[in-house]
Nanobody, 124 residues
Framework: QVQMVESGGGLVQAGGSLRLSCTASGRTSSRYTMGWFRQAPGKEREFVACITRSIVNTYYADSVKGRFTISRDNAKNTVYLQMNSLKPEDTAVYCC?????????????????WGQGTQVTVSS
């Protein structure tokens, strides 16, 4: 079992930055691919970014590429999402998730463990 807790959300003006953190506890969490997903009101959940356990491989949704950076510290069992140049359309609940597949993975249904989410609101 893996438990995941996100933090770092909040209210920020357009153009600002936030850094989200997700700390995992439990068995062998450092072996998993970690991902961030988001869901805005009235919209489906969408993939944001993911990072493999080796840290070498990362992948981003086109909508955040060049603005968001995913990273992880396996010693701390923590994954981060640095979000810069935020836009109002980035407003959503952001959730971290863990996939046992161990590879780049953008499909939510293949992530087994999920956090509760943290709200990010970007004002115009």
């Amino acid at each position: 079992q893996v438990q995941m807790v996100e933090s770092g959300g909040g209210l920020v003006q357009a153009g600002g930055s936030l850094r989200l953190s997700c700390t995992a506890s439990g068995r062998t969490s450092s072996r998993y691919t970690m991902g961030w997903f988001r869901q805005a009101p009235g919209k489906e959940r969408e993939f944001v970014a993911c990072i493999t356990r080796s840290i070498v491989n990362t992948y981003y949704a086109d909508s955040v590429k060049g603005r968001f950076t995913i990273s992880r510290d396996n010693a701390k069992n923590t994954v981060y999402l640095q979000m810069n140049s935020l836009k109002p359309e980035d407003t959503a609940v952001y959730c971290c998730a863990a996939s046992t597949a161990g590879i780049i993975n953008t499909t939510a249904s293949t992530y087994y463990y999920w956090g509760q989410g943290t709200q990010v609101t970007v004002s115009s």
